[in-house]
């Protein structure tokens, strides 16, 4: 059986969701995936914290030691904020190694970069958890996109923000609160400003145009509004007349290649296709020439959907390969 040498960038909410999968799952993957998976090095930001059921061999906070691996296969990345996370990725593929990422902040800056070195240097690059958490969204516009021109798009990209006025709504929650329920809950960015902002899903945006449309919109033309003006009372006055307030990211481009994008929150009601998407769950609804409007709903943050969806990029790589060697 051959042993394939994986290593995570990261060992908080994602991060661990990852190592657990890999443990708990690692005989399931000799069969299905004819390889055993071995985690061979763990990189953070500091060694000394207390961390459960890990052994501590496997802990480095220096980059150079993840990159030393004899046989690396993959990184998982699952650290916070574009740099080191950036520079880290370029060095993994400047080696061969195949890189898999969670980071929407650095992908939304680097990505097309990344791929491009990616490309030159035969490796594969992983960013389905980027965007929408669990929710398999830029797989299947990688398929749909072999036929079909995207148009538009429109979603909730930001788990943390649905919750939040998800539980205002339901639970009568203050806002404070709901946010402090989604930290716990391992919902919310390490800084969650990034989230009621609006930041995280304009970054998540910006990922789902390079794919859609080979480019992304001027940054500083984008209209961002997040949730935090939003009040408990104003929820209570619009679930009154039947409206929901939800946090909506779109981006359309038009016959001349011109890009559109604002993110934002809109009082809808209940003919709007996303009125009923409530508490973690993102949604994306694709407008394409063949199909017509292709909506995906699932859960958009969490350790375990994240988790999965990195290593679903991971197999998906294996079995390429796989394939290649057997053709
Ligand atoms: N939480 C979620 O639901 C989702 C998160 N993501 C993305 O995944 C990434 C990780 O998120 P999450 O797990 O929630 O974050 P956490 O804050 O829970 O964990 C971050 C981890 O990264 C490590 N780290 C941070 N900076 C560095 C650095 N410069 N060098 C080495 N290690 C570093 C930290 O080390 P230490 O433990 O020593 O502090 C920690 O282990 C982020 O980019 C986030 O946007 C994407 C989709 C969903
Ligand atoms: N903080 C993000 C995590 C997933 O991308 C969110 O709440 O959506």
Redesign the pocket.
Known sequence: MTVVKVAI???????QGIYNILKDKREHFKTTLGVDIEVAKI?????S?QRDKIDAALLT?NMEDVLAVGGLDVVFE????DE?AYSYLDQAIEKGINIVT?????FAKFGLTLQQKAAKYNVRVGYE??TA?GVPVIKTMENILRVNDVQHIQGILN?TSNYILTQMRTEGMSFEKALKAAQDL?????NPFDDVSGH?PFNKLMILSALAFGKQPRWSDVEVVGISEITLQQVKEADAIGKRYRHIAEVAIDETGVIRAKVGPELIGQEHPLYAIDGVNNAVALDTNFIGTLTLVGPG???YP?ASVMIEDYADMLVKKSALVTV
């Open positions: 960038l990261g060992f908080g909410t994602v991060g990189l953070v930001r500091n060694c914290k906070d699952a650290i916070v904020g080191p969670a980071n929407k902040v650095m958890a980027t958490g788990g391992g919902y919310a960015e390490a995280d943050a969490g350790m994240t």
